[in-house]
């Protein structure tokens, strides 16, 4: 198996030639330990310097889906869906492992979107009045607990 990667400064590729043998017992293992495998690996580091670990991780995850006999679009897509979080989903469902790749999207998302107080368009204290554009709806859940206390 060769895997052609896009190295970042120049738009050179690296090619990186896998036996099927040693991907198909990488298939086994998580995708995640085997692409930080690589990464770290003395063989491979100066040529995996500027490539993210993210991105191998979707490598490892196409190669293993390509192994099984799963299409290439069926494989992006199950990527894509672990990679996404779904507000209607009910977190309270997933096993621990799940739910700890869920957390870690919501932290990745939350890092990327956070204006920190070196960005341009940062402001102090912003006040946004909710109230004006949307007419309020009662839930009703606290009106029977008001005499009690």
């Not at 995996?48 to 299409?71: A, N, P, R, T």
């Not at 998302?109 to 204290?125: A, G, I, M, Q, T």
Request: hydrophobic content about 30%; glycine content about 4%.
């Amino acid at each position: 198996m060769i895997w052609l990667l896009p190295h970042c400064p120049a738009t050179a590729l690296v090619t990186f030639c896998l036996s099927q043998h040693s991907s198909r017992r990488s298939s086994d293992r998580d995708c995640s330990r085997a692409a930080e495998q690589l990464k770290n690996n003395p063989r491979h580091k100066d040529y995996l310097d500027l490539v993210s670990l993210k991105q191998l991780e979707k490598l490892y995850k196409l190669l293993k889906g390509h192994l099984k006999g799963e299409s290439l679009k069926a494989t992006l897509e199950q990527i894509k869906k672990e990679e996404t979080i779904d507000p209607e989903e009910d977190l309270n469902k997933l096993d621990d492992k799940d739910l700890a790749k869920k957390k870690h999207l919501m932290d990745e998302l939350f890092e990327k979107n956070r204006k920190k107080k070196d960005d341009p368009d940062f402001e102090y204290d912003i006040e946004v009045d909710f109230t004006k554009d949307e007419q309020v709806e009662s839930c009703g859940w606290d009106d029977a607990s008001d005499g009690g206390f």
